[in-house]
C-alpha cells in the first residue's frame, strides 16, 4: 500500500515510465502460474503487435483466486487492470483465507453458521476488492491526465473467481464480474457461460426487447451473414458494454454469485479476445483435446491468436484484441486444504510416451546397479548415506513415472465403455444407475440414482472408470481398442480392433509400411483385454508405492542433512571449547 501513496504523489515523467512503474508494481504482488496474456494486433489481420497489453491475469490455484481483466480505455486501459489485479490479490489471496481459517476453525460455530459466514466473508471481500481498484484507478488516472500522459479516464471488465473448500467438504466457487470478460464451467461434455457480460446486448435481453435465444445467436453467429435483420443491430453493438471498474459504474452494484463445484470440474475465464472469437464450440473442442490446465490455457490462447492473425477474410470474427484466458480443473480437495498437503503434489497429467519409458527404463537399470555396489562397498559416513538415499529416491522417482505413464497409455488405449445417459451396474448395489458424466481428470464416472418419493431427489457417487465398466455384462473387448497381440511369427505388436462379427474379432496394425491383420475368437481377444486391465491395475499400485517409497526417502534424506549439520556444530563446538 505504501508503493501506492508514493507512485500518486509522484510527478509522472512519460508515460512509458509510468506504464513500466505499474506493470513492475503488479506482477511483483499478483501471482500467475500460467501463461502470459497475448499481446494483440494493431488490426485484425496483420502481424503488427500493439505497444502495450491491457489484459491482465491472476491465477494463483493454491489460493483458489482467479482473475481476467481487459482494460477498455483508449490509450490507458493497462493502468485499470494492472490496479484490479493487485486489489484483488490484496483483499481475495491471503488475506480471506486468513478470515476464512478464523472461522473455520471456530469451534463455537456450527457447520451451517460456518458456510453462512464464509458466504458472506467472500461477497464482502470481492466488493471491496472491486470498490478499492475502482477508487485507485480514478485517483491514478486522475494524475496522468492532470499531467497530459493521458487523455480519457482508465477502465477495466473483470471476472474474478475464489474457489474455496467449505467446512462440509463441498467446493464452492464465488464469482464476479463487470464489462464482458467471462467465466466458464465445464462439466463432462457440456460449457456453461456462468457469468452474464454487462453489455448492450444483454440491456437489451434484461429489458425484454430480445429472446434468451435471440441473445445466444447474437453471440454464437459465425458472422453477420447467421443473424436474421431484425438482430442485426446487436450483433453490431455486441462488443458495447454498459460497466465497467474505473470510469462506467459498476463495481460497487457488482452482483457477487456462489457456484458449488465438483472435482472434475473445469473453471475457465476469458477476456474477449477469446470468446469474441471462438465459438462455444471451439472452446469445448480445445478444452478435450487438452487436459492440463497449462497446456489448455496455451491452446486457448494460440488458437485465438492465429484467428486474428487470419483477418476476417478467413474468419469474420477476427479482431486484433488480446487474449486471456485461464484453466482451472477442480481437484478432490479445495485449494485451502491441499496447501496443508503441498508436498504431496505430483503433476496432473503427461505427455509422455513409450520411448520415455524405455528411456526411464535403462536410466532405472543403471542406477539400480549403483545402488548395489554403493550396498556392497559399505556406504558407511553419512556423505555416502545421503548420497545412497538420494539414488534410492531417484530410482522411486523413475519406477513413478514409469508405472504413470504406463497405467495412462493404457488408458488412451482403450476407449470409454460408456456415454452420458447409460445405464450402468456400480459395485454393491442391484439398482440401475445412470451416467452422468466422465471426469478424465481422475478416470472416474459421475453416476447417479433417482430415489423417488424422498427429500434427496437422487444420490450421486463417482466410480473408478475400471471397476465400473469390468462389472458390466457387455464392456469387453470393443472396436477402436488398441491391443497388444502376438503375430505368427511371435512379435508383439500393437493392434487395433476393427470388426466384431460373429465371434470374430478382425485386428489391424499400421506399424509396418504394407500393414498387418489378424483374425482371433472374441473369447481370445477378451482374455487379452482382460489382462491389459490387470497390467493398468498393476502400474496404479506400482506407481502408489513409489511414490510413498520416494516420500520416505525424501523423510529420511532430510533427517540425515539435518544430523549432519549437528554433527557439524558439535564438532565446531568441541574444536572451540
Known amino acids: ?109 456450527s457447520h451451517e453458521q460456518k458456510i453462512l459466514y464464509i458466504d ?143 472435482p472434475g470440474d473445469r473453471l475457465i475465464l476469458t477476456s474477449d479476445g477469446i470468446h469474441d472469437q471462438m465459438l462455444e464450440d471451439d472452446i469445448k473442442k480445445i478444452m478435450f483435446q487438452n487436459g492440463s490446465d497449462r497446456t489448455a490455457e496455451k491452446a486457448l490462447q494460440e488458437a485465438a491468436l492465429n484467428i486474428s492473425m487470419g483477418g476476417k477474410d478467413n474468419n469474420q470474427r477476427s479482431k486484433g484484441d488480446d487474449i486471456a484466458a485461464i484453466v482451472y480443473n477442480v481437484k478432490e480437495r479445495g485449494p485451502n486444504m491441499m496447501r496443508s498437503h503441498e508436498n504431496d503434489n505430483v503433476p496432473e497429467t ?13 536410466s532405472y537399470k543403471q542406477i539400480e546397479s549403483m545402488i548395489i555396489d554403493m550396498k556392497l562397498a559399505g556406504a558407511e559416513s553419512v556423505e ?30 482403450l476407449p470409454l465403455r460408456h456415454k452420458e445417459g447409460d445405464s450402468v ?14 471426469i478424465p481428470q481422475n478416470e472416474k464416472y459421475f453416476v447417479s440414482l433417482d430415489v423417488p418419493n424422498q427429500n434427496e431427489g437422487s444420490i450421486h457417487q463417482q466410480v473408478d472408470r475400471i471397476k465400473l465398466e469390468e462389472i458390466q455384462s457387455d464392456t469387453l473387448v470393443k472396436l477402436d481398442d488398441i491391443l497388444p497381440i502376438k503375430t505368427r511369427s511371435g512379435k508383439e505388436i500393437k493392434m487395433t480392433v476393427a470388426t466384431i462379427e460373429d465371434g470374430v474379432v478382425t485386428l489391424i496394425s499400421w506399424d509396418g509400411s504394407d500393414g498387418y491383420s489378424e483374425s482371433l475368437p472374441v473369447d481370445v481377444v477378451n482374455k487379452i483385454y482382460k489382462q491389459r486391465i490387470q497390467d493398468k491395475k498393476n502400474a496404479e499400485s506400482r506407481q502408489k508405492e513409489a511414490l510413498k517409497v520416494y516420500k520416505n526417502t525424501e523423510k529420511k534424506k532430510a533427517l540425515l542433512i539435518k544430523n549432519q549439520e549437528n554433527n557439524a556444530r558439535t564438532a565446531a563446538l568441541n574444536s572451540s571449547n
Request: net charge negative.
Open 120 to 262: 458472506k466473508l467472500a461477497e464482502a471481500q470481492l466488493k471491496k476488492a472491486l470498490t478499492e481498484a475502482d477508487r485507485k484507478i480514478k485517483t491514478s488516472a486522475d494524475r496522468l491526465k492532470e499531467s497530459g500522459l493521458i487523455r480519457d479516464d482508465s477502465a477495466t471488465t473483470a471476472s474474478v473467481g475464489k474457489l474455496v473448500e467449505l467446512p462440509n467438504g463441498a467446493q464452492r466457487f464465488y464469482i464476479t464480474n463487470v464489462g464482458d470478460s467471462r467465466i466458464y464451467v465445464m462439466r463432462g461434455k457440456e460449457i456453461l457461460q456462468i457469468t452474464a457480460d454487462d453489455s448492450f446486448v444483454t440491456e437489451a435481453l434484461r429489458k425484454g426487447n430480445i429472446s434468451k435465444e435471440d441473445a445466444k445467436l447474437v453471440d454464437q453467429a459465425v458472422g453477420i451473414d447467421e443473424v436474421p435483420d431484425d438482430l442485426r443491430m446487436y450483433y453490431n453493438y455486441r462488443n458495447i458494454i454498459t460497466k465497467s471498474v474505473g470510469a462506467q459504474e459498476g463495481a460497487s452494484d457488482a452482483n457477487i454469485q456462489k457456484f458449488d463445484v465438483m
Open 1 to 109: 500500500m505504501e508503493q501506492s501513496r508514493e507512485r500518486q504523489i509522484e510527478k509522472p515523467k512519460s508515460l512509458d515510465d509510468e506504464f513500466n512503474k505499474i506493470d513492475q508494481e503488479f506482477r511483483e504482488k499478483t501471482t500467475n502460474v500460467g501463461e502470459q496474456p497475448e499481446l494483440g494486433l494493431r488490426k485484425s489481420g496483420s502481424r503488427e503487435r500493439k505497444d502495450r497489453c491491457e489484459d491482465v491475469k491472476v491465477n494463483d490455484p493454491d489460493r483458489g483466486l482467479f482473475l481476467v481483466a481487459d482494460g477498455v480505455s483508449s490509450n490507458a486501459g493497462w493502468l485499470a487492470s494492472r490496479e484490479l489485479g493487485i486489489s484483488v490479490q490484496e483483499e481475495v489471496g491471503q488475506k480471506l483465507d486468513d478470515q476464512i481459517k478464523a472461522i473455520g476453525d471456530n469451534d463455537k460455530l
Open 384 to 413: 555416502e548415506q545421503i548420497k545412497l538415499n538420494q539414488l534410492e529416491g531417484k530410482l522411486s522417482n523413475h519406477d513413478y513415472w514409469i508405472s504413470r505413464v504406463t497405467s495412462e497409455i493404457i488408458s488412451s488405449e
Open 350 to 362: 503427461t505427455q509422455y510416451s513409450e520411448s520415455d519409458i524405455q528411456q526411464w527404463e535403462k
Open 425 to 438: 451396474k456400480v459395485e454393491g448395489s442391484s439398482l440401475d444407475w445412470k451416467i452422468s458424466h466422465y
